[in-house]
């Protein structure tokens, strides 16, 4: 049982390019997120996903696309890289069924744009 | 006026010494709350859930006070392991939103 993992743990993008940071979890939860910190602030929430298919915008959406086809996987893609992207993400799960909504987090990837 | 507020510290305590945080929310329809534990550059670990009749876990006990709308963490007879930054976390009611604090900053001293 890996819980939250995350690919890949570091990463450095020219202005411009595009990537996607990869997600997945094993302990069929239905609610997955993804969160960036920057120094001095909490983690603000990008995107999220309540299951396959359905998918919303959080707090700070722009320049990010995701997608959510299996339980399992939810990848974050940067569209155009910009130096504000440079930020730590986190990638977390939780599950509804057990009343409890205890959030679990992968091992972030830290992204530096130059 | 933030939705969730915590004192950034650091807090500064030798070991052995009982330290306590507070953590303010503003939505009065919060259903769940959380205490993360983060080490530097790692991912937030959840500590314990906040229940309302309040919960211990060894060393760490967590209270909710709905009226004044605040959750405390009490650590008793610190560690140097304890060092490390405590994030509050608060579930709005109906939704799949958590809102975090910025944390509070705890060192232990030997």
């Known amino acids: 049982n890996a819980g939250v993992t995350q690919t890949p743990k570091f990463q450095v993008l020219k202005t411009g390019q595009s990537m996607t940071l990869q997600c997945a979890q094993d302990m069929n939860h239905e609610y997955m997120s993804w969160y960036r910190q920057d120094p001095g602030m909490g983690l603000r929430l990008i995107h999220y996903?309540?299951?396959?298919?359905?998918?919303d915008q959080g707090e700070v959406p722009n320049g990010y696309n995701v997608s959510r086809s299996t339980t399992e996987d939810f990848p974050l893609r940067l569209l155009s890289a910009a130096p504000s992207q440079t930020s730590v993400y986190f990638c977390?799960?939780?599950?509804?069924?057990?009343?409890?909504?205890?959030?679990?987090f992968g091992p972030g990837t830290r992204l530096t744009v130059t | 006026r933030k939705e969730v507020e915590q004192d950034p510290g650091p807090f500064n305590v030798p070991e052995g010494a009982t330290v306590a945080f507070n953590c303010t929310y503003s939505n009065s329809a919060s259903q769940s709350f959380f205490w993360y534990r983060q080490d530097c550059r790692k991912e937030p670990k959840l500590l314990m859930s906040?229940?309302?009749s309040g919960n211990e876990d060894g060393r760490f006990t967590a209270q909710l006070n709905r009226a004044s709308q605040y959750i405390s963490l009490l650590i008793r007879d610190s560690k140097l392991s304890d060092s490390a930054t405590y994030l509050c976390?608060?579930?709005?009611?109906?939704?799949?939103?958590?809102?975090f604090g910025t944390g509070t900053r705890l060192k232990v001293l030997a």
């Open positions: 976390v608060v579930k709005w009611s109906g939704t799949y939103k958590y809102i």
């Open positions: 996903s309540v299951g396959a298919g359905i998918t």
């Open positions: 906040v229940y309302s």
């Open positions: 977390a799960s939780s599950s509804a069924t057990s009343g409890s909504y205890e959030q679990y």
